[in-house]
């Protein structure tokens, strides 16, 4: 199969994504009572989804039939100003901007099901059949979320996320149509990282935060340099890994790196959050123990399944490898519960678990 490259409208593109996931990760900084609600994880998660299913649909379409020519640049500039309005409407006050984000996130899932539903005739068979098959799905996820227009009640966000639901679920279903039409690994990859990029900037951004401290003592050292070291350790796994562990000549429908990425994103985010807060002391101790250390568990069992599928044979992690590590962040929780240890000893033990990962795996 031919390589296949990031145009720099691909990049373009991706900028509006730096302000989404920008705001959807600032929801996590809403601490109450030394805890985060369920109330603003769960809105977390239902911005986030949204966000990373819109770059998804646009990614894979480009991925499968995309090519540099003006229709495809239309469409990709229809794109953007779909995800602009999405983008600019994300709040955790939903009712007060709800239409708008309808516009701007069902305008983005229209135009690429109308980009599937227009595939050129010149393409294979199975290629115009796949095409067809997502274009529908799509259409019936937009149609089951239009649905919520005529709620006004909480009922609107479940007929919306309904929708949705059934948007992510229906490829899934239909894989063996999807597997005679392979992602372009290659060309996957790399817009995958890219978005990581994105993500990895949130933490950096933390660390900035952090720097930006009124006052400086041992501690406030520690915790800068400690957290630095922990991020860059993050961006060595995951990019050695993209660069040299994984074979990019396996022809495969991607699920495992579109749905597993969804989990390292969500893990990003809650670490990029959690070293603000940690900082801040705005999280009680326990609940700050499991919402850091659990976003790094997340991380490590979401990087390691997408990889895995992917990985040379023989540089696979075996279960001894998943055991060791999981033990590792279960030993420093243990302890931590046992001797209440500062905010900068809990950071270290996160830096230490990622040069750990970092060596075992690249």
Request: proline residues 1%; glycine residues 6%; contains cysteine.
């Amino acid at each position: 199969m031919m390589e296949k490259k990031v145009t720099w409208l691909e990049l373009f593109y991706d900028l509006l994504f730096v302000a989404a996931v920008s705001k959807a990760g600032h929801v996590l900084l809403h601490a109450e009572h030394g805890v985060i609600t369920f109330e603003y994880l769960l809105k977390f998660v239902l911005i986030f989804i949204p966000v990373w299913w819109a770059w998804v649909g646009q990614t894979l379409f480009i991925n499968r039939y995309g090519q540099d020519i003006l229709s495809h640049r239309v469409f990709l500039i229809l794109q953007l100003l779909s995800v602009l309005v999405m983008t600019a409407s994300l709040s955790t006050h939903f009712d007060q901007y709800y239409l708008s984000f309808f516009v701007g996130y069902i305008g983005s899932r229209a135009f690429t099901a109308i980009q599937y539903l227009t595939v050129h005739k010149s393409k294979s068979a199975h290629q115009q059949q796949a095409a067809r098959y997502l274009g529908i799905c799509f259409i019936i996820g937009i149609l089951i979320s239009t649905g919520s227009l005529f709620f006004d009640s909480w009922l609107r966000y479940v007929v919306l996320y309904a929708g949705i639901a059934v948007d992510i679920v229906l490829p899934l279903i239909g894989r063996k149509n999807l597997v005679k039409v392979p992602i372009h690994t290659h060309h996957l990859l790399e817009r995958f990282a890219l978005f990581t990029l994105i993500l990895l900037g949130e933490s950096v951004i933390s660390i900035i935060a952090v720097l930006q401290a009124d006052h400086w003592d041992l501690r406030s050292i520690l915790f800068a340099a400690f957290t630095s070291i922990f991020v860059i350790a993050m961006w060595w796994q995951y990019f050695d890994n993209v660069e040299k562990k994984v074979s990019k000549e396996i022809q495969t429908a991607g699920q495992a790196i579109i749905y597993g990425h969804l989990f390292i994103y969500i893990s990003m985010s809650m670490i990029a959050a959690s070293i603000q807060l940690l900082y801040l002391n705005e999280l009680n101790y326990v609940f700050m123990l499991g919402f850091g250390f659990g976003s790094v568990l997340l991380y490590f069992l979401s990087t390691s399944l997408v990889f895995h599928r992917y990985r040379h044979a023989h540089q696979r992690l075996r279960p001894r490898h998943l055991v060791a590590m999981v033990g590792v962040l279960v030993a420093f929780v243990i302890v931590d519960l046992i001797y209440q240890v500062p905010n900068y000893v809990i950071v270290g033990e996160d830096m230490l678990f990622f040069l750990l990962y970092a060596k075992l795996t690249t």
